[in-house]
T-cell receptor
Framework: DTAVSQTPKYLVTQMGNDKSIKCEQN?????MYWYKQDSKKFLKIMFS???????INETVPNRFSPKSPDKAHLNLHINSLELGDSAVYFC????????????FGSGTRLTVV | KQEVTQIPAALSVPEGENLVLNCSFT??????LQWFRQDPGKGLTSLLLIQSSQREQTSGRLNASLDKSSGRSTLYIAASQPGDSATYLCAVGRSGTYKYIFGTGTRLKVLA
């Protein structure tokens, strides 16, 4: 039973394409996040949703659009992919803002060629 | 703006050694601090969470301390084992922000 699952695990695509990454958690958490880890392994938050409401949008380009159909899902859609979007994207969830039970997915490695 | 730094960036030790990983942050107005472990090609696993009112937390061979006023936390690993080899990240949370600011990580290698 995977607590936070992301699909796909790997994604290779050409510049200019549109792609989506899906995330689901079965922990009953009310807060979900998207983080980006760059080539230097630096992890930075992109978005946070609490009970399907957008809480954080960290100056991410408009080409990135998160969607949360319900508390258990937070998907990330990326338009017009650029080379600089290549990174590992992690989904995470927690109960509330205090960080309890913070659980990460195994990541999606996106390569834009 | 909160900045989180971890020293050293990389560490290689023989099995059995006790070791200390350091984390420093610039803004002491934190809600809590967590230590995570990341194995290659995998997600992060939460190791210890310290609330801002606490001084330390322990789990097995791991002990994390927090000195909020000086902006520092340490992760102490006792009797290190090869299975401890991973990247260790500290992350600080600010009240009301629903997010963690992550440090740059310490890549640990424990040699058998």
């Amino acid at each position: 039973d995977t607590a936070v699952s992301q699909t796909p695990k790997y994604l290779v695509t050409q510049m200019g394409n549109d792609k989506s990454i899906k995330c689901e958690q079965n922990l009953g958490h009310d807060t979900m996040y998207w983080y980006k880890q760059d080539s230097k392994k630096f992890l930075k938050i992109m978005f946070s949703y609490n009970n399907k409401e957008l809480i954080i949008n960290e100056t991410v380009p408009n080409r990135f659009s998160p969607k949360s159909p319900d508390k258990a899902h937070l998907n990330l859609h990326i338009n017009s992919l650029e080379l600089g979007d290549s990174a590992v994207y992690f989904c995470a969830s927690s109960q509330g803002q205090e960080g309890y039970g913070y659980t990460f997915g195994s990541g999606t490695r996106l390569t834009v060629v | 703006k909160q900045e989180v730094t971890q020293i050293p960036a990389a560490l290689s030790v023989p099995e059995g050694e006790n070791l200390v990983l350091n984390c420093s942050f610039t803004d002491s107005a934190i809600y809590n601090l967590q230590w995570f472990r990341q194995d290659p090609g995998k997600g992060l696993t939460s190791l210890l969470l310290i609330q801002s009112s606490q001084r330390e937390q322990t789990s097995g061979r791991l002990n994390a301390s927090l000195d909020k006023s000086s902006g520092r936390s340490t992760l102490y690993i006792a009797a290190s084992q090869p299975g401890d080899s991973a990247t260790y990240l500290c992350a600080v949370g600010r009240s009301g922000t629903y997010k963690y600011i992550f440090g740059t990580g310490t890549r640990l290698k424990v040699l058998a």
